[in-house]
């Protein structure tokens, strides 16, 4: 069983900057892929990046590539989305995401298995 607690969401300029966290619990994290999702008003969820549980391999949806980055820190229990030239098309609901079955696409929001509860994001123009 792994809980996940996102945080770090808020209000910001477009060109800001902001970093969520993911705490995540359970013993299961550190061998976990972990990603991040959004979801904007009325969209569907959508992929925004993931990393594997060696920090090895990381992936980003090509809107976000070149300003977020994700990293994760193993003896925190955490993993980090460092934001970057915010766009208001950045404006959703963040969730963490984890433990994605072995083989599954890194993008597809059925992959995973845990997802925390979501942390806004907004971004003004």
């Known amino acids: 069983q792994v809980q996940l607690v996102e945080s770090g969401g808020g209000l910001v300029q477009a060109g800001g900057s902001l970093r969520l966290s993911c705490a995540a619990s359970?013993?299961?994290?550190?061998?976990?892929?972990m990603a991040w999702f959004r979801q904007g008003p009325g969209k569907e969820r959508e992929f925004v990046a993931a990393?594997?549980?060696?920090?090895?391999?990381?992936y980003y949806t090509d809107s976000v590539k070149g300003r977020f980055t994700i990293s994760r820190d193993n003896a925190k229990n955490t993993v980090y989305l460092q934001m970057n030239r915010l766009k208001p098309e950045d404006t959703a609901v963040y969730f963490c995401?984890?433990?994605?079955?072995?083989?599954?696409?890194?993008?597809?929001?059925?992959?995973?298995?845990?997802w925390g509860q979501g942390t806004q994001v907004t971004v003004s123009s």
């Open positions: 995401a984890a433990d994605r079955s072995g083989g599954s696409d890194p993008s597809k929001v059925y992959a995973y298995k845990y």
């Open positions: 990393i594997s549980w060696t920090s090895i391999s990381t």
């Open positions: 359970g013993r299961t994290f550190r061998m976990s892929d």
